[in-house]
């Protein structure tokens, strides 16, 4: 998890490499924002500039975005949803500039490795390490597949959802023949006397 302090200034890396999206910040120039998950807060004001600072304590929130921490792991690897796993409050156009920002503003991961190691190595890093997380989520997803299947066919203890409608329609059914057939052994016993 990223410190709160640290933040800022990464927002700011993003936004410099990004002049439209500080254009639509500077819009909002002195604004605040506060963001709450819990066990991380942080409070930004927008400068004149279009980049963010940390704002003071005593600073009244424009807009104030609620998050649970255990949801952050979620808002990170689905950013399109991020907001739909919040609460926000305040100023809407604020908030909605956010939004947009959150989900258009990307690391160029590249970019900032050429500066360091070159152009081809930084290409290189970047490509092994999307090919790592592309095998470690591959792997996952194969566990969980066969840790179904043997859950569902070596050692049922789950069922399938069709078996499921299908064993409760044939509850239904033989709940109502039994009804049925009590009724035609009333109608036989009244019959009989």
Do not use: C
């Not at 003071?56 to 990170?76: H, Q």
């Not at 947009?100 to 890093?125: C, H, M, N």
């Amino acid at each position: 998890m990223l410190p709160s302090s640290l933040i800022p200034v990464v927002i700011n890396h993003l936004l410099a490499q990004e002049p439209w999206a500080r254009s639509q910040l500077v819009e909002h120039a002195a604004k605040v924002a506060w963001f709450d998950a819990g066990l991380v807060t942080v409070k930004l004001r927008v400068a004149a500039d279009g980049l963010v600072e940390t704002a003071t304590g005593e600073s009244v929130p424009n807009v104030t975005i609620r998050a649970k921490f255990s949801d952050l792991p979620m808002i990170a690897q689905n950013r399109e949803r991020a907001f739909s796993y919040v609460k926000i409050e305040g100023d809407a156009d604020f908030a909605n500039t956010i939004s947009q920002l959150s989900q258009t503003l990307q690391w160029e991961a590249e970019e900032d490795l050429s500066k360091l190691v070159g152009d081809i190595a930084a290409i290189r890093i970047v490509s092994g390490a999307r090919s790592a997380v592309d095998t470690i989520q591959s792997t996952q997803r194969k566990l969980a597949e066969n840790l179904a299947e043997y859950f569902l066919e070596e050692n049922p203890m789950l069922m399938r959802p069709q078996d499921v409608t299908d064993f409760t329609r044939d509850v239904v059914r033989l709940r109502d023949d039994a009804e049925r057939l009590a009724k035609r052994i009333d109608k036989l016993k009244r019959t009989v006397k």
